[in-house]
């Protein structure tokens, strides 16, 4: 061990030696930071299943241009060509409007309807898959399509796919959001913890100060315990979330089902699981860091 | 190795504990500061070790200025001092070991040699076989011993100590006095703040008297 870590070392084993000192109460504010974080955690992990679904769902998101019905077949060859040169246009498919009325009475419950028209009623359409996932991309083809005297109407069949999106994106902003408020929250805890630390160890701070310890020999056990609570706290809440989605996953992907819809609801990833533990550690960090600046700055001790 | 020049200390309230003090401690010297409780004896000690600030004048340790120390470099200065305080504060949950042991922790010193150098300072105070024992259960004369020996473990070249044998009984105070001597016989420069300076006048000590602030000798 270098002499510069033995400082650490000793910080660290003083952090321990505190928390291990007291273990209900360690137990206690350890749950205190998992429930407060448990909740925009599972809320994070929720929504990222949710993106998941609904970038899953349709694959590629299309665009349907219907052509007028009196444009001619050299028309829509000069359009399938103009489409053909447009760089943000991946892939393209010309339905006629035949084969669309033999897919229609292919779908159950349409066969007896188109029998029974006398003149097809579909156009001609386009399907075209843009480049890349950029809504914005997707609405200039759209409205590029849209401009074509041959087209009639344009059709942006993801559009509820991108209401999801938005929706996912939400509901992530709003469990950050949440995080955020409840992790101020969290940092005031441990502050008020640590505070109450120092005026209990005011003596032994005093001695060290007078014996010619520096403000950082001081500061790092603090430091440390506010680390090691939050990291307690970080896994404690991982535990939490892990057993929630154990138990509400079966229940939602049934519910989907009856939807049609299939879904795998899984956990905190190990990256998500490591940034929640990162997290609860900082916000720990954090509080113990604004306590000891607080009360070991104002000439309270020495 | 410590020079007062023209030194005030007012506290905010107005008083005076200190008016105008110069003297200077040369290296190797054994000094009794005496004076009447209230002179001015802890101020002039919390000074050196910048526990508090000049109001005017200046404090010289060891060619520092110690009024104008930053906060950064203030533990640096009393870790060149063995200070032994009026009221031994003692860690009460801590062995008579660890208590040694401290000065050694805040420096950093090699965790192997510590253990070392803090039984050659206990058996220095003859308190050897009392290493694992809680100070709470200790003596008031064998507090003071201990409180000596964690001054001295740093091996600093001044060691100052605030009415060391206060409150104890004639023949503890002689016990006392007697290890400062062999301190200052083994070349440590010596501050002793007391009322009692007839402990001290065998030992060939030099004596500085203080009243209501001033020097008076």
Known sequence: MSIALFPHRLALRQALARLTAKPLATFLSALVVAIALSLPALGLVLMDNLGGLARGVSGKPEISAFLKREVSAEQAQRVENRLQADKRIAALRFVPRDLALKQLAARGGFADVSGALVENPLPDAFIIEPTGENPAVFEAIRTALAAMPEVAHVQLDSAWVERLHAAVELGRWSMLLLAGLLGAALVIVTFNTIRLQILTQRHEITVSLLLGATRNFVRRPFLYFGLLQGLLGGLVAWALVEGVMALIAPRIEDLARSYNIVLDLHGPTPLQAAGLLAFAALLGWLGAGLSVRRHLHDGAVD | ?217
């Open chain 2, 1 to 217: 190795m410590i020079r007062f020049e023209r030194v005030t200390k007012r506290y905010p309230g107005g008083h005076e504990a200190l008016a105008d003090v110069s003297f200077e401690i040369r290296h190797g010297e054994l000094v009794v500061l005496g004076g009447h409780s209230g002179a001015g004896k802890s101020t002039l000690i919390k000074l050196i070790a910048a526990l508090e600030k000049p109001t005017a004048g200046k404090v010289w340790v060891s060619g520092q200025d110690v009024g104008s120390l930053r906060p950064n470099q203030v533990p640096y200065l009393r870790r060149s001092l063995g200070l032994v305080m009026q009221e031994h504060r003692l860690l009460t949950d801590r062995t008579v070991f660890d208590n040694v042991m401290l000065p050694l922790l805040v420096t950093g010193y090699p965790p192997k040699d510590a253990a070392k150098r803090v039984r050659v300072a206990l058996d220095k105070v003859g308190m050897g076989a009392f290493e694992q024992v809680m100070p709470m259960t200790l003596s008031g004369g064998e507090q003071h011993r201990v409180a000596i020996a964690r001054a001295i473990v740093n091996r600093p070249s001044v060691l100052i100590a605030d009415e060391p044998t206060a409150h104890l009984d004639p023949a503890y105070a002689r016990e006392i006095a007697a290890l400062f001597r062999s301190f200052h016989q083994a070349g440590v420069t010596i501050l002793l703040a007391t009322h009692d300076e007839t402990l001290f006048s065998p030992y060939g000590s030099r004596r500085i008297e203080l009243d209501h602030g001033r020097l008076v000798a």
